[in-house]
Each structure stands twice: as C-alpha cells, then as structure tokens.
C-alpha cells in the first residue's frame, strides 16, 4: 500500500521541505514549520487520462473593460483607502490585531451597502449569528438588510451564494477560520488558508463580487499565516491602532486599484466607529503646550495634510551603549538624524538615551518629518521648549543642510487652519508659502539648533553626567 505522503510546511511563508526543522530556510523564522499531508501533485486517477487543456480566445488589450465600476461604501475615511470604493470582482483582505475592530468596521460597512439596496452578505466564521445580531444592534443597524451566516465551509458559502443573483459585497470573517474539501490539511494551515482563499478568489473574478478577507495578524505584525494571501488578493488594508487609544488608523499596504499613501482615521466610540474628518485636530487634542521635547510637524498622509506631534525624551543614560527608542516613525531615520546632529551641529548625545514618539499611535514614513524630530530632540536635551505655535517640516540630508519637501503649501495651509502662527521650513520652501503665516527659512541644521539653545535653559553641547545635574 502507498505510504501517505507528508510535507513540511512553514506556516509563515509557505515553502515547503522534506522533514521537520527548527528553522525555516526560506523566511528565516524559527517554529513556524508544521506536519501537512500533500496537498500538490495529486496523482492521476488510475484508467483515466490526464486533463487535456481547453483552449481559449485571446483577446486584445482594446476593448470593453467594463470600466472597473466601483462601489463606494459611504464611509468617506474607508473609500479613501480603497480608491474610491469596491471595484467588482476584487479581494480585498483586511489584517490587524485581534479586538482591534474589525469586525465592527466591517459590519459597519456591509450595512451600509445593504441599507443603499445592495446585496451584502457577511460570513462570520468566529462568531456565532446572534453575537453578530447583537453587535448590530448596539450600533443601530439591526434594520440594515445585510445577509448574515456562522459557516467555516467554503464549498458550502459557494453552494449558497450560487451563480445567479450574486451578492455586492462578500465578508469572510476570518480567512483563518475557512477550510475547503480540495485539500485534507487542518483548518488554520497555511495550506487551507491558501485554498479556501484561493476559491473564493476564483468566485469573486467570476462572479464579480467583492470579497473582504478578514486576516489576524502575529504579534510581530505579520498577517499570521496567509502572508501568502496578501500576494493573490488586490488589496491588502491594515487597522491599526495603539490598545490605549481610541484612534483607529486604516492604511492601504497594497491597493491595485488605488493608492496606497491615503489614510483612513476612525475614533472607536460606544457607538462603533466613527469617522475621523479632520485627523489634524484629534492627533493635536492631547497637546502638553510649553514642555520641552515636543514639536509639531506639518505632515502629508496620501493627498491630506496632516498636522502630529512629535515627542522626545533625552535623558543621560545609564547603560554602556545608549537606548534608542522610537515608536512611530523609522529607527534608521532617527540613527540618521543623531548622526547629523552630531558631525555637523555640535550635540554630543552619545551619554543619552534617546526617545521617539509620534504621538497618537499614528505610523509616519515621511522624511519631511526629520526637522520636526530633530528639533523636538534638540528642545529636550537643551531643556528649551519651543514655541507653541509653530510648524516644522523638512527634510535633513546627511550634510546638514535642510532640504525643501513636496506640497509645502497644503502643509502651510492645515496649520494656518488649526491656528498656527508660524512655520519652520527649508530655505527653499519659503516662496511656497502665503503672507498669512510667519515663515522661518532653514538653510542649515545647525542654526535651528542655536536658536533652540538659545532659548534654553541648558547648553546643548552638555555631555555632563547625572549627577551634574539638577
Ligand atoms: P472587534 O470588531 O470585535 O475586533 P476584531 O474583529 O478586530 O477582533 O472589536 C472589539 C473591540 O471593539 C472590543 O474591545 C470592544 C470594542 N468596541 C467598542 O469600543 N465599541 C463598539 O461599539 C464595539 C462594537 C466594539
Ligand atoms: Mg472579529
């Protein structure tokens, strides 16, 4: 009798090997590896002969394309990451930390679309229906006719949406939760997660329904498992949001039909998710005016302004090599901006432990963001705050020198809005500006930093240790 064969899958990235190991060789991680029975290479059924191919027309690149309609949800903060609205026929999945909302969000949405005539379908393979009726209800939207279901079966969704009057809108709460009859692996593996996806990609393109994945995500910010999902599906939106904040930011890592810069900011209320219209005054409502190590950089998320605080903490360290802490924006920016400070203006922080935070739980990638991080650096170590009604924006280059950044006039324009009196920016950048705002141009980083010392109530160029100190 044939021995049944056993294959070695890493539940991480998806390669394959012949025997168990710590390792994975592919992706590099430990214990991710898992005992699956093959599913690939099915062998011929005996007296039959292999499938032939169906040939089929190939077709121009001219021609009727249907015009990628889409269907916007309503939900301005949520069309603005998908571009616009649901493009038929698409797969979108959705990733974030469990009780992060995304269930929440996603009914949200479904009854929206539901309660606008659509036919929208939401599958919960985690919650029994009655723990979703109820969620519903607290929201308000028990009255939305959305179809709802508990079911794990792929095979059985498919049987029961049919062919005919399809739905809008599909959710799948979660992808982790699905498992199909075409592979005999444990639900949960990688190898069901890929096939379960797998068919009701196939369903969507022809169908033309939308489908919404709900994926987990690890604590280190993988979507568990189906990273191999996020490259079959057209988009791949993350939520995410800091356990102490109600701020909820919703972020395109992958969009085929749209950006992936625009931002979408929800505050988690008793009532749900609420949307966010103007993020700039929420990130901003918790400000401690007048401490030193803050500033506030005039920043662009997609094509919207966005105006955040910056917080640091320079404290003299304790430890041999210094900490180098920073949450919300890149570690290797700030190892950068250090170094700058450093070579080119004099502040010696090689005694300190440094600490970075953008407040809000908000995630910046922008480089512009270096002059408001070095002042808030500099503000804190010469213990001089700085003035509370400015803006900072720019980007530093290894030489010192601050450099002009995009959409100079949208930054100047938010703050003006939310009652700032003035800005400091790149040299370049001042003619970009109009009257109504005080314009400091920067040339150099070192003069930003002189004139922050010479606020304060400490020298910059201190290397003292603690006990120097008041
Ligand atoms: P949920 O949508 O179930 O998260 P996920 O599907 O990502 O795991 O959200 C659960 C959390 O949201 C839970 O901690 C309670 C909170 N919540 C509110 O604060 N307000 C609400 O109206 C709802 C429905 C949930
Ligand atoms: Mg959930």
Redesign the pocket.
Known sequence: MARREQTFICQTCGAASGRWQGKCDACGEWNTIAEESSATARPPMPGRAPRKGRPFTLEPLTGDHNDAPRLACSIAEFDRVTGGGFVRGSVLLLG????????????QVTATLARAGHRAVYISG??AVAQVRL?AE??GLADAPVELASETSVEDILATLGDRKVPRLLII??IQTMWTDAVDSAPGTVTQVRASAQALIRYAKRSGTAIIL?G?VTKDGQIAGPRVVEHMVDAVLS?EGEGSH?FRILRAVKNRFGPTDEIGVFD??????REVANPSELFLSERDLGSPGTAVFAGIEGTRPLLVEIQALVAPTSLGTPRRAVVGWDQSRLSMVLAVLEAHCGVRLSGHDVYLNVAGGLRIQEPAADLAAAAALVSSLAHAPLPPDAVYFGEISLSGAVRPVAQAAARLKEAKKLGFGRAIIPEAARSEGDSSLTLEGVGALSKLVADIAARGTRPQHSDRRPADED
């Open positions: 974030g930390d469990p009780g992060i909302g995304k269930s929440t969000l996603l009914i985690e919650e969620r607290r929201l709460d979660s709900v987990h939520f109600h988690m209320t008793g009532e749900g998710l």
